[in-house]
């Protein structure tokens, strides 16, 4: 089953100073935590904030080229975390005919925000993101996942990109 989540927001983790994409469930209290590259973080700013660069970046390239195309972006999803890994899956639409993509999150998300396109986590993957997490380190685990759950709006101003 696939669980509707929205970019709650994109900050950087005070510990590792590395950036994090939160996704929060859509009218639900899930929240994941995942950690992205710098371009990638870059890349999902700009379109958060509106940010047009002078030439298309490369999420840019892909909205224009399946614009183009005439193939829509259907949804974004999240389907698997493997060794620590998340993995996604970009789901088009093409006459008729539905094709899947293999991508990393950050760049289905980057892509999603663009073609503004329902983004989904595989409830497994939430609930082994947990898991993973807290077997690492249990202590932090749970600390880190309570705190994500309790950060309002001047807390994540804090963080942010």
Same mark, same amino acid.
């Given at each position: ?12 983790? @005070? ?23 710098? @371009? ?13 660069? @002078? ?57 999603? $925000?663009?073609? &503004? ?26 600390? $880190? ?9 001047? &807390? ?6």
């Amino acid at each position: 089953m696939e669980v509707e989540m929205k970019i709650r927001t994109l900050m950087m983790d @005070p510990v590792t100073n590395t950036p994090i994409v939160i996704l929060r469930e859509a009218g639900g209290p899930a929240v994941l935590p995942i950690w992205v590259g710098i @371009p990638e973080a870059h890349a999902i700013a700009m379109e958060i904030e509106k940010v047009s660069a @002078p030439r298309p970046m490369t999420h840019d390239l892909i909205r224009n080229l399946l614009l183009g195309l005439e193939t829509h972006v259907s949804k974004v999803v999240v389907n698997d975390l493997r060794e620590d890994t998340f993995y996604a899956l970009i789901w088009l639409e093409r006459d008729g005919q539905i094709i899947s993509i293999d991508s990393r999150p950050s760049d289905a998300l980057a892509l999603a $925000l663009r073609v &503004d396109c329902p983004i989904y986590v595989e409830d497994e993957v939430l609930k082994n993101s947990k898991v993973a997490g807290v077997a690492s380190d249990k202590a932090s685990g749970e600390e $880190l996942s309570r705190w994500l759950e309790s950060l309002n709006d001047d &807390d994540i101003g804090r963080y942010k990109m």
